[in-house]
């Protein structure tokens, strides 16, 4: 009978063990050496499917006399990509990531703050601030060649008008949005005064309800995690990954990766914001 519970008992850490692993990464063990096992392309846990395909291709080499595991450990070495990826990583599509102190790139607050300007939004009633605008078209003798045809919402008297800065977002459904100004991201963020909500496709609810904020401006994109649960992690397009601190901004160029739980959002593109001037009251 104690051979049996102790049987049962080493079963159940070790399907534990493999479930908490599959939904977040990590192992016990792993955990304490800062080792986590993630999708190689976007960063992100590989559910209980993928990674028991993993471990099975290591129980298959502890079943060949034990030797078969190190030759399964020791096909790291052949790993085309040079990132030492065994069979068993190759097959289930994983890498196993080792969190350092200082990741490389890293972007602090301190480094982007005083070009994306403020985290939190302007105070109701406040004037934007005034950007210097460049007016870009031929001389006026040239251009007068034709009658230029009305254009909607201009004539005599029409106020110019300011467009605000924009970017466009790849959520992990496929689905894309067009944001602006500052927006809140989570499971099921409440927008308040002067923000926006945008909604993850969570259904494993591994992000937090309001996860992180994101601050569109004319010189870029920031991001910061509002103090989540699972935290935020953002892989940059050169292969660099940053973890973001709660009350730290991060600039995300073109092409970011923002890991959320188990969704993603991707930075497709950005657009600054300009004023636009309404066409002069004279005919040409």
């Known amino acids: 009978p104690r051979a049996v519970l102790a049987a049962a008992a080493v079963l159940l850490v070790v399907l534990a063990q493999g479930w908490v692993d599959a939904r977040s990464g990590w192992t016990f063990g792993a955990r304490l050496l800062g080792l986590r096992t993630v999708d190689e392309r976007w960063g992100v846990p590989v559910g209980p499917r993928r990674m028991l395909c993993r471990s099975l291709v290591m129980a298959a080499g502890l079943a060949a006399a034990g030797a078969g595991a190190l030759v399964v450990l020791g096909s790291a070495l052949t790993d085309p990509q040079r990132r030492m990826r065994g069979w068993h990583d190759r097959l289930a599509g994983t890498v196993v990531l080792h969190r350092v102190a200082e990741p490389v790139p890293v972007t602090r607050a301190v480094a982007v703050a005083s070009v994306l300007g403020p985290v939190r939004p302007a105070p109701p009633g406040s004037q934007p601030t005034e950007l210097p605008v460049l007016a870009f078209g031929l001389m006026p003798e040239l251009e007068q060649t034709h009658r230029a045809a009305p254009r909607p919402g201009n004539g005599p008297g029409a106020a110019d008008t300011y467009v605000p800065a924009s970017a466009e977002l790849e959520l992990s459904d496929g689905s894309r949005h067009v944001v602006t100004g500052t927006v ?98 004279t005919e040409r």
Do not use: K
């Not at 809140?184 to 904020?213: E, F, K, M, V, W």
């Not at 990954?241 to 073109?254: K, N, S, W, Y």
């Open 184 to 281: 809140l991201l989570g499971r099921n963020p409440i927008a308040g005064a002067g923000q926006s909500a945008l909604r993850l496709p969570d259904r494993s609810r591994s992000s937090s309800r309001t996860h992180a904020r994101l601050l569109v401006t004319d010189v870029g994109v920031g991001l910061e995690d509002v103090g989540s649960t699972n935290g935020t992690v953002v892989r940059l397009p050169g292969g660099g990954q940053v973890r973001c601190m709660a009350g730290e901004l991060v600039q995300l160029p073109t092409g970011a990766f923002v890991v959320l739980g188990d969704c993603w959002v991707r930075v497709v593109a950005t657009t600054p914001g300009g004023r636009t001037f309404p066409e002069p009251a």
